[in-house]
């Protein structure tokens, strides 16, 4: 019944609804990716955004996020955390209201979104400090953003969701093949045109879109496969299951790729377990 219902344009239609993100955000990722911007002037961006402020600061003073010193100034953040930091706060905060919602598409309590893509991107950075990965922070947003594609796919997932489920059970296929079946596209092809429309790296809307696949990334399979075992590490948590969370095969191909022993994963999973406790309330209005 719904093979064949959502054509290309459909899906870039839908894209194109979500919010841009904000410009100050743009300006953000810019300035932080320029070697000659001064921490003034990064500073001085932020600030003029007094919500964003206020967010940003949360977050880095946050058991969440993992600082333990306390930081009382955007100025001071940007020179304690560093560029790379400052990039992915302000890229959650920017995306906290678009994904701090109820998908029941997915089965996804509010928040639960929210809470498995930031568990996620702690994992992601977790284990590219661990196999000596140069960009921790691009890990983190690759990890943060995975899943955007379900924002989007989930309107038709609330009408498609047992026809997906029943054909994982009855042709015992993973849940994205399913998905693609049913609906001619998957959550991970569907978030990575949600990259391309922020402007987002390359390497990031491949991270997005082979993150169930990290055998087909070709720009950077070492990214891919972070992100990769880092959502198989949250899923283990328990956090954000949904309807589809145990429904994905574990890919080895990751492992290996980021020669990671299964005590080096349970090793990331306890050192983030203890700042996921105000996942709930970290970035509330």
């Given amino acids: 019944m719904f093979v064949g219902e959502l054509s290309l344009n459909d899906i870039v239609q839908k894209v194109e609804e979500l919010p841009a993100l904000p410009n100050i955000t743009h300006k953000v990722l810019k ?88 568990s996620t991107a702690l994992t992601a950075r977790s ?80 991270a997005i879109a082979k993150h169930h696949s990290p055998r087909e990334a070709i720009n950077n399979p070492k990214l891919t496969s972070i992100v990769h075992v880092a959502d198989a590490a949250s899923m283990s948590m328990g956090i954000g299951l949904g309807g589809d969370g145990l429904l994905y095969p574990f890919d080895g191909f990751a492992t290996d790729r980021l020669n990671l022993t299964e005590n080096m994963i349970e090793e990331t999973i306890a050192e983030i377990a203890d700042s996921l406790m105000d996942a709930e309330t970290l970035l509330e209005n």
Avoid: C
């Avoid at 000659?36 to 946050?62: C, F, G, Y």
């Avoid at 890229?91 to 998908?103: P, R, T």
């Avoid at 093949?177 to 390359?202: C, M, S, T, Y």
């Fill in 31 to 118: 300035l932080t990716s320029d070697p000659k911007t001064t921490i003034p002037e990064l500073s001085e961006v932020i600030t003029k955004d007094q919500v964003l402020t206020a967010k940003v600061l949360r977050m880095a003073n946050s058991a969440y996020y993992g600082y333990a010193r306390r930081i009382y100034s955007i100025n001071e953040a940007v020179v304690i955390l560093g560029f790379g930091t400052i990039r992915s706060l302000v890229l959650a905060a920017s995306v906290y209201n678009v994904m701090d919602k109820e998908f029941q598409g997915y089965f996804l309590p509010k928040g639960d979104l929210w809470k498995h893509s930031m």
């Fill in 127 to 206: 284990l590219a400090r661990r196999t000596g990965y140069e960009l921790p922070d691009q890990a983190f947003i690759a990890g943060l953003l995975h899943d955007i594609g379900k924002t989007v796919l989930n309107t038709y997932m609330t009408s498609a969701f047992l026809s997906v489920i029943n054909k994982v059970n009855e042709e015992k296929i993973p849940f994205m093949e399913a998905e693609r079946q049913i609906l001619g596209f998957d959550h991970a092809v569907v978030g990575a045109r949600v990259a391309e429309k922020w402007n987002l790296p390359e390497i990031l809307v491949e």
